[in-house]
């Protein structure tokens, strides 16, 4: 029983090892981002920044500023 719960463990010892070393994928380059993988996360994280900038603004804004600037036209219908 004892050799059984040492080999569990050992087991378990080798599992999150292995888990954690690096895989051989981390060096293929066939596999590594191209540059224009590398512009367009770059673009995505500045379109990403904007938004909250001006999520921002929006926030810190009142009713009447928000809504400045809305003409309400009816159709006459």
Do not use: W
Not at 4 to 24: E, N, Q
Not at 33 to 56: F, I, K, V, Y
């Amino acid at each position: 029983m004892k050799t059984i719960i040492t080999g569990m463990v050992a087991l378990a010892m080798i599992g999150s090892v292995a888990a954690l070393a690096p895989t051989m994928d981390a060096a293929d380059p066939h596999l590594q981002p191209t540059p224009a993988q590398e512009r367009m996360a770059a673009q995505d994280a500045a379109a990403r920044q904007a938004e909250d900038t001006l999520r921002e603004i929006v926030e810190g804004m009142t009713d009447y500023e928000i809504m400045r600037g809305v003409v309400y036209e009816p159709s006459g219908d």
